[in-house]
């Protein structure tokens, strides 16, 4: 459907009722002062009538006066019939039908009224072009009005729905102005309940987009200062490549280096690149949400770092606290899910020494999903835990290479899951616990 105005279409239906309901109200008006225009003409008749059963009439003008303009006609028979007075003019039949009648004589219309008494007959007739035209000027006198205050009306009704409208006009006067980058809310003073829940979630919309816009402006300053370490370190290690062509054993371990540099470099990017997508939110949307099997997102999750602990002699398996024929599943993305426990466990993998163990545990506490990494590692001192699952932020007595973007991602995905994320010592392994908690209304 092609665009519209919300102002002229106010105004149109409006403006079109109320000259339809004034024209109704006309029409019924002038009809009815028509009615009672011939009511009060006949009324009349009845008084002259009456008024005239004594004798002749001393009140009407003389019967030999040449009155053209006079409307009244008066016939008197006597008790014999004799015709005693007849007004001037009269073109009236020399009869009399009693009561109301309408005659036409010599092209004109009357209306007739007659009267017997014991002594005397009455008539008295009235033109029918005059009497109409006396009621048409009473019944247009009645309607006056209406035409006087619909116009006044209409003006009225104009000038409150602009005044009305004037707030949204207002706010999109605003909009226009912004700049590029201004996500401030809209001022809602003024609008009317039918726009404001409008405005209101503008306003939401304008802060989840301002938090993004500020999301990746920090991204794209943090990832500027990370990657220019690892790219200038690789630009040095290729220029000390060349300088070792000559010494075959040198040579190859500078590409040795070179290829551990790039190999960190890749996985800075992914990380990078992961967070962001993570941040904006481009994967499936909460209202995409789906049942998902946690048991089989720590099958895949562990098979995807079985190859990592297997290098290094670790012990990776689940620590089943839970019953495994009972699927413990939960509301959300499995994609999301998987990278959240894989980062877990690579983190957990990394920092335990060869020979260690990390333990994978999933149960219900509470009606709530668990799930629990253990490893038999250093852990995280308490003064460095709070800060952990900031972006690039690793621990000053940290040996092991990394990003510092792993849990950054872990906690980000918890946070668009509803999960939180608790770490402490663990009690079997003497290592690091990261208990993930979904909530009870995630929980299926």
């Known amino acids: 459907m092609g665009a519209h105005s919300l102002r002229r279409r106010l105004l149109w239906f409006v403006l079109v009722a109320i000259l ?8 019924t008006a002038y009809r009815g002062a028509l009615k009672q225009a011939d009511a009060m ?9 009456r008024s005239l059963r004594g004798g002749v009439p001393l009140g009407l003008p003389q019967v030999d006066e040449d009155d053209t ?14 015709q005693i007075f007849r007004s001037t003019h009269s073109a009236l039949p020399p009869r009399a039908v009693l009561g109301f ?7 004109n219309r009357y209306r007739v009224y007659s009267l017997q008494t014991p002594v005397q007959t009455v008539q008295i007739a009235q033109n029918l072009s005059a009497r109409t035209a006396r009621a048409r000027t009473l019944a247009l006198r009645a309607v006056l009005p209406f035409a006087l205050l619909t116009p006044l009306l209409m003006l009225a009704v104009w000038w409150i729905i602009n005044r009305s409208l004037a707030p949204i006009e207002r706010a999109r006067r605003e909009l226009a102005r912004r700049a590029a980058d201004d996500f401030s809310p809209l001022a809602d003073s003024g609008l009317p309940d039918e726009v404001r829940p409008l405005v209101d979630e503008l306003n939401l919309l304008f802060g989840r987009v301002r938090s993004a816009f500020d999301a990746q402006k920090n991204f794209v300053a943090d990832a ?33 280096r070179l290829n551990q540099g790039l190999d960190r470099t890749i996985r800075l990017v992914e990380q990078l690149l992961l967070l962001a997508r993570e941040e904006a939110g481009t994967g499936q949307t909460a209202s995409a949400a789906e049942s998902v099997d946690l048991q089989a997102v720590v099958k895949l999750a ?13 012990d990776l398996g689940l620590a089943a606290k839970q019953p495994m024929a009972e699927a413990i599943t939960v509301s959300g993305q499995g994609e999301a899910l998987r990278i959240l426990l894989r980062n877990l466990l690579d983190n957990a993998v990394k920092y335990t020494p060869a020979g260690g163990q990390v ?3 999933l149960q219900r506490q509470d009606g709530q999903a668990v799930l629990t990494v253990e490893d038999s590692g250093p852990g995280i001192a308490d ?15 940290s040996l092991e290479a990394g990003s510092g973007l792993g849990l950054a991602i872990v906690k980000v995905i918890a946070d668009r899951h509803g999960a939180t994320l608790a770490l402490a010592r663990s009690e079997s392994l003497g290592g690091l616990r990261v208990d993930v908690r979904f909530p009870v209304a995630a929980a299926v």
């Not at 009648?101 to 092209?107: K, T, Y």
């Open 224 to 256: 500027a200062h990370e990657l220019r370490s690892p790219l200038t370190a690789l630009k040095l290690q290729a220029q000390a490549l060349r300088r070792t062509e000559t010494d075959p054993a040198a040579h190859e371990a500078g590409v040795a």
């Open 20 to 27: 339809l309901a004034t024209v109704l109200q006309a029409v």
């Open 101 to 107: 009648s309408d005659v036409e004589a010599n092209g």
């Open 383 to 397: 003064a460095d835990r709070p800060r952990v699952f900031d972006r690039f932020f690793r621990a000053a007595e």
């Open 302 to 314: 562990v098979a995807d770092v079985l190859p990592q602990a297997g290098h290094k002699n670790i």
């Open 69 to 82: 303009g006079f409307d009244l006609y008066v016939q008197i028979w006597g008790q014999d019939g004799t």
């Open 359 to 361: 333990d994978v545990s």
């Open 41 to 49: 003409f006949d009324d009349h008749l009845q008084q002259m009538a």
